[in-house]
């Protein structure tokens, strides 16, 4: 028995992480496959497209064995904290060995050597000076690694999947986690990209002797981002060649919170919006003096938008104000493990664990285990209330109370 993990989001699930979860099996001898997903809210500051029981019942229906949930505030945080509270949970189960993620450049030492670039470049005076200049945090993080190491570091941790990867290994370095990290090289569409890509043959699992005859592809092996999915399934198209799912016709959109988000921060005022995560420097004033102005989503993110702050940050503080995380929900690591589904080989794994933390289920079981359980189990509810509300027909309040995970 030989566990792997994977962080992931699955958002929605398409060609590419089949092809991951398949290549982690093959390459690295993986038996087991656990997913730490995150729940109905995701780290590009935005609602997931589906919901966290659709899409862990994708996961366990392409390969992955035991699918966990990242609590809400680690979902909404930055890539550091997003790749801490996941690894916290996979060090917490004391039974994988292994975690992948893939990468652009697919090798394992180069990610080490770039992960070791950042943390020395966190402590330089260069980076903090950039920092108190207001230069974003990505952008003084790279221009202090051109200054001390050769080109192929910079250009490492300029790829999206590469920092990610590279926040996992620091992680697992500052636990001093026995976890081995390991790579795949992602291929295809880019992170982000508009475009659909089609690979040639050979690279699909069956070619390599991966997967079996009836998972031969026709021809070729065809790939677009999740972001361009998302487009697509808003749009009514369709989007078959690019996943092995049946994506459901319903789908939720942050859209249909515009009002509820400007409402909440229209009530809000600068010292309640500076407790939100990440909000610093005086952005909450900022932030106040343009909800009054903006009429729309849109409107409100052009208002403000600085050099400091990238979208994406500033997508994540305007839903933690909507959802009322607070920094200290943001800093205080995940207190239990909650199951969203599994097959056989996910009982397995369970039964190999021997987990610090609380493991269950049920959330409302989670609650009774401590305080600080029934706190992120309250936030973790109420959040699941809020995004019921971004669909077409709206749902019931208590999902996350009553659905059952899927098994």
Known sequence: MKTAAIICEYNPFHNGHKYHIDRTK????ATHIVAVMSGNFTQRGDVAIFD??????????????????LPVAASLASAQQFAAGAVHILNSLNCIDLLSFGSECGDIDLLKETAGAVVYAEETDEFLGMMRRGLPYPAALVE??????????PETLASPNNTLAIEYIKSLADTGSSIEPVTITRFGAAHDSDEAEEEPKKIHPYFQGLVSENEKPEEKLTTASASLLRKMIANGEDVSKFTPCEFPA????I???ETAILCKLRTMSAAEISKAPNVMHGLENRIHKAVRAARSLPELMALIKTKRYTLARLRRIILCCLLGITKND?????QYIRILGMN????EIIAKADSTLPLDASLAALMKKSDLCRKQAVLEARCGDIYALAFEKAKPCGLDLTTKPII
Do not use: Q
């Open 26 to 29: 093959a390459d690295f001898g």
């Open 52 to 69: 966290k029981f659709t899409r862990t019942k994708m996961a366990l229906e392409n390969g992955a064995d035991l699918v966990l949930e």
């Open 144 to 153: 202090t690694i051109k200054k001390y190491y050769e080109d192929v570091i």
């Open 250 to 253: 319903e789908f939720s959109s």
């Open 255 to 257: 859209s249909r919170l």
């Open 330 to 334: 943001a800093k205080t690591k995940p």
């Open 344 to 347: 056989e080989k996910g009982r």
